[in-house]
């Protein structure tokens, strides 16, 4: 029934918005549609209302009550013109999600009036209302933070992220306003709140560095800026349907690998299937009228995956715009009858997917800092903020390794298709030797100064030696998709980022990075400043020159997925973390506990403890509904198909020999058959009691919380793939009815 479904499926008729004379609009006429934007805001408010809300934004004043009474009455009539019936406050708790509480506009008035009439029904929206909502912590992760009785918790409009409508039902709108979600007594209990302490303090570290490195400088604000490349899977969704284990874990547990997935090569950058292509056409509809700049879309490497990219916008709404992405992504999908995987690793053996975060900090003049500029070399902005990236690395590293740790996110990392586990940067050949060449003091080679001078932002001229092609210029920098941090031309590209985590702790971690790296650098630049009123080019040179050395070891240039690259890395004394729990734990060494909750202060110390706690707790809960979920399929399905299969064969093996004739064949599949059902066995009971060891425990403290994720990291990780194992060998040796295998579920059945 499922694959007939999947064949006899409608294809929803999308209706793209047309004018009058039937053409269809132009993207820019969509793009924003939905969205309360400053243009918006600035022709629905009072002029005086609007200045004092820009004031606020840039962080000058608070929201005095009437200026937000104000706004709350223009967004209410506004989103109530579009069919808007409820607000929410809608924010990013610890788990991974974003959530969401519903309240009317209908309000009731003079409910307890003595004259006896009868209370009247309003629609209003108050500014408190649209500044805070209290909604109840108690069951959102706190990792100890708050205990049931002290419930409170508080979502709070972020004012630098617009407020937009989506879809309710029946054509009705919802009414979203970005909120981050804090406790009683200000606690951070969110991904957002973080992120954006980290976009201040990064701001603050780089103004303070530029305003020593060139004494003309006079910004009020920097931002950091965020492109994400989002990457996923599509499957059918009847298909989908029929895997618990897709439909509980996100992966698929047990499958072996078909004759024909991803060796062929065939898919990356292929045509699209017309089914996610339709699909994804009313996703992107549907994304740009809530103000998503989506640019690209393209097949991956991997059969049925996709990647999509928008263009790069300030990181706090980058990070919204994200999470959306998945959210419609998810809801157009199932539209379509399909299902997106936002899953690290749906498949064994075919490629995973992951989120490319590409990231740079942009004055508020618009320049990237980030751009080399024709002479990279004598950029000076341009080199300190590169080395203050690298000099981050060098020194806390081992925080995005933490950020970018999950369950999921193992089976990527380190695979041969996604970045190891060992921090390292890629810089190109001619931006090391840009570097090697000031680091020793001698003449550039490689690239001459007037090539570069001779096109707009860098590159050689690239003769391609066939006549009717025009010359091109050719990047900066070449690829190489093995580094996990990359500088790709004029920003930074992490690629370690799991395809289904927010990037929000990731962008935060590599803000407070670089702004503790930025505070030394500003420290010693005073330094070679002395008494003079400005820094000469030499106490520049000396300062980068220092960093240069300093930050070496992070760079590299090589082939990550190379098995050298780990023993070199060791020898420079890189950490080479391999699980989650060991990540985790970063969090928890003093050095960098000290640098985020003293030196930039994105966190508070209880803040940090608790993230650590709800990381490790996450992990082993994962880990046991993974456990739980495979034998639960094993005993079910697939031990019972193979006891069957066995008589069958054992039936036939008495049939044959009461008749004399030769049961030969059958005994033969039977003795191949019964090793491997006995392993399965015992390999399925090892991991049962292993997952029973893990969930009668009941840690309290920090200590014994993460104790227990090294523990469930030993003793069910490996026992899960070992169970793995024997299914996928019985699996290409019987036919096991209501389970279809691994790929069978994708690439086909998506056309
Ligand atoms: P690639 O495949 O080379 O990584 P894509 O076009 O898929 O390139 O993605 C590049 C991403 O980088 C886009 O989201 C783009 O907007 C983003 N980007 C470009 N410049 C910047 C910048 N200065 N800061 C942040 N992101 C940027
Ligand atoms: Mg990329």
Redesign the pocket.
């Known amino acids: 029934e499922a694959l007939l479904g999947t064949f006899n499926r409608q294809r929803p008729v999308v209706n793209y918005p047309k004018r009058a004379d039937g053409k269809i609009l132009y993207p820019t006429e969509i793009f924003n549609e939905n969205v309360f934007s400053l243009k918006v805001m600035a022709k629905s408010l009072p002029k005086p209302v609007f200045a004092s809300f820009l004031k606020q934004r840039r962080g000058r004043q608070n929201l005095d009550k009437y200026t937000a009474d104000a706004i709350a009455h223009a967004v209410r009539v506004w989103a109530m013109d579009r069919g808007a019936s409820h607000f929410t406050h809608w924010f990013q708790p610890q788990n991974g999600t974003t959530a969401e509480k519903h309240d009317g506009f209908l309000t009731l008035i003079g409910v307890s009036l003595p004259t006896g009439e009868e209370a009247v029904p309003i629609d209003a929206f108050s500014g408190s209302q649209l500044l805070q909502s209290e909604p109840d912590a108690s069951s959102f992760p706190s990792g100890g933070l708050r205990t049931t009785f002290e419930a409170r918790g508080y979502t709070i409009w972020d004012t630098s992220c617009p407020m937009f409508i989506q879809a309710g039902p029946h054509g009705t709108n919802i009414l979203y306003i970005p909120s981050v979600f804090i406790s009683y007594d200000g606690v951070a209990l969110d991904e957002k709140t973080i992120l954006l302490r980290s976009n201040e303090v990064v701001s603050s570290a780089t103004l303070e560095l530029l305003s020593v490195l060139e004494s003309d400088s006079h910004y009020n604000h920097i931002s950091n800026?965020?492109?994400?490349?989002q990457e996923f899977f599509v499957v059918d969704r009847s298909l989908y349907s029929l895997r618990p284990d897709l439909k509980i874990t996100g992966r698929t547990l047990i499958g072996s690998l078909p004759p024909r997935h991803q060796q062929l090569e065939d898919h990356y950058f292929g045509r699209m299937p017309s089914r996610v292509l339709e699909m994804l056409s009313e996703f992107e509809l549907e994304a740009l009228k809530v103000g998503i700049p989506l640019?690209?879309r393209h097949n991956e490497v991997g059969p049925a995956q996709f990647e999509i990219?928008?263009?790069?916008e300030e990181s706090s709404i980058a990070v919204d715009h994200n999470l959306l992405t998945m959210e419609i992504l998810h809801k157009v999908s199932h539209r379509h009858g399909l299902r997106v995987l936002f899953h690290e690793k749906p498949f064994k053996g075919v490629n995973g997917s992951g989120k490319?975060c590409?990231?740079?900090l942009?004055t508020d003049r618009g320049e990237?800092l980030?751009d080399p500029t024709a002479r990279p070399e004598n950029n000076y902005r341009f080199l300190i903020t590169l080395l203050a990236v690298l000099k981050g690395i060098n020194d806390y590293g081992a925080l995005l390794r933490a950020a970018i740790a999950c369950l999921a996110n193992e089976h990527r990392l380190g695979a041969h298709e996604a970045p190891p586990g060992i921090l390292s940067v890629f810089l190109g050949a001619q931006l090391t030797e840009a570097l090697d060449s000031i680091e020793e003091n001698r003449p550039i080679k490689n690239f001459s100064v007037p090539q570069f001078q001779s096109i707009q932002v860098g590159g050689t001229m690239l003769d391609l030696k066939v006549a009717p092609l025009p010359a091109i210029s050719r990047d900066l920098t070449d690829r190489n998709r093995t580094s996990p941090f990359a500088f790709?031309g004029?920003?930074f590209?992490f690629r370690a980022l799991g395809s289904k985590q927010s990037p929000s702790f990731s962008v935060a971690m590599i803000n407070s990075i670089v702004a503790a790296a930025m505070y030394d650098i500003t420290a010693r630049l005073k330094q070679a400043m002395g008494s003079k009123p400005k820094l000469s080019i030499e106490d520049k040179l000396q300062v980068i020159r220092e960093l240069i050395t300093e930050t070496k070891n992070v760079r590299f240039e090589g082939d990550g997925y190379n098995d050298s690259w780990v023993n070199e890395a060791s020898k420079r004394g890189l950490l080479n973390i391999k699980n989650s729990p060991q990540a985790f734990s970063c969090l928890n060494k003093e050095y960098m506990r000290d640098m985020l909750t003293k030196k930039v202060g994105v966190f508070q110390k209880g803040e940090l403890e608790s993230r650590f706690i709800i990381l490790h707790e996450r992990y082993v809960k994962d880990l046991l509904i993974e456990g739980n979920t495979l034998t639960s399929i094993i005993n079910q399905r697939i031990l019972p198909a193979a006891f069957k299969y066995r008589k069958t064969l054992a039936d036939s093996v008495i049939a044959l020999k009461s008749i004399s004739g030769d049961s030969s064949p059958e005994e033969s599949i039977l003795n191949s058959l019964s090793p491997v059902v006995v392993g399965l066995l015992n390999a399925t009971k090892t991991l049962e009691t292993n997952v029973k060891k893990i969930e009668q425990q009941a840690p309290h403290t920090a200590d014994a919380i993460e104790k227990l994720s090294y523990d469930a990291n030993e003793c069910i990780f490996n026992a899960i793939e070992e169970v793995r194992a024997y299914t996928d060998n019985l699996e290409t040796l019987i036919w096991i009815k209501k389970y279809n295998g691994n790929i069978s579920t994708i690439k086909n059945t998506v056309e």
């Open positions: 800026t965020l492109g994400v490349e640019k690209t990219a928008p263009s790069f490319h590409n990231w740079s942009s990237n980030l790709t004029n920003k590209e």
